[in-house]
């Protein structure tokens, strides 16, 4: 039962360096999201997509992009970090909302804890 | 602006109490409410509230949802160390968008 992969779990990046997060999903999902996690601001979505092909920016999205080619896969990359990019990020998944009913639910990775210096 | 308020921000309780944590939103198109539970990786799902007034109950956590004042609570009875967490609440303000709380962190000490 793998549901949502995150890879890595741990990065430590210097500035202007570029990286991909890996995320994948075996429940074919629909809707794949990427978050940020910063002590006291909660959880704050980066981008998501709601089918291959098909990305769009949430509340955060200056410094990352996405791409969505496969159901199963949806990276995120930095192109040249900063240090305002240090966080914990999580990938969720789950199917895309057609309205209320218990396919809304999202299932979230494990995480990936990266640092800029 | 859409935004979702959680309080208390933490919250320290010994073994058997009974704690109530808050949510309250302004958001437009509201969809549905969750409440995750968040120890020291992923959050995990606990109810998901679409309709008012109806509680969801699992075990000795319960939930409610109050569409007209906008909040809901989250009831642990009889609490455990192993409730001991962070508690999120995130709603579904448009489709497919989740604007989460900053959480409350709940410590239970024996």
């Known amino acids: 039962n793998a549901g949502v992969t995150q890879t890595p779990k741990f990065q430590v990046l210097k500035t202007g360096q570029s990286m991909t997060l890996q995320c994948a999903q075996d429940?074919?999902?629909?809707?794949m999201s990427w978050y940020r996690q910063d002590p006291g601001m909660g959880l704050r979505l980066i981008h998501y997509?709601?089918?291959?092909?098909?990305?769009d920016q949430g509340e955060v999205p200056n410094g990352y992009n996405v791409s969505r080619s496969t159901t199963e896969d949806f990276p995120l990359r930095l192109l040249s970090a900063a240090p305002s990019q240090t966080s914990v990020y999580f990938c969720?998944?789950?199917?895309?909302?057609?309205?209320?009913?218990?396919?809304?639910?999202?299932?979230f990775g494990a995480g990936t804890r990266l640092s800029v210096l | 602006e859409d935004k979702v308020v959680q309080s208390p921000l933490s919250l320290v309780v010994h073994e058997g109490d009974t704690v109530t944590l808050n949510c309250s939103y302004e958001?437009?198109?509201?969809?549905?409410l969750l409440w995750y539970k968040q120890e020291k990786k992923a959050p995990t799902f606990l109810f998901m509230l679409t309709s008012s007034g109806i509680e969801k109950k699992s075990g000795r956590l319960s939930s409610i949802l109050d569409k007209k004042e906008l909040f809901s609570i989250l009831n642990i009875t009889a609490t455990q160390t192993g409730d001991s967490a962070i508690y999120l609440c995130a709603v579904e303000a448009r489709r497919n968008q989740f604007y989460f709380g900053t959480g409350t962190s709940l410590t239970v000490i024996p």
């Open positions: 969720a998944s789950s199917y895309a909302s057609g309205g209320a009913g218990a396919k809304n639910i999202q299932y």
């Open positions: 429940m074919n999902h629909e809707y």
């Open positions: 958001v437009t198109n509201f969809r549905s």
């Open positions: 997509s709601v089918g291959a092909g098909i990305t």
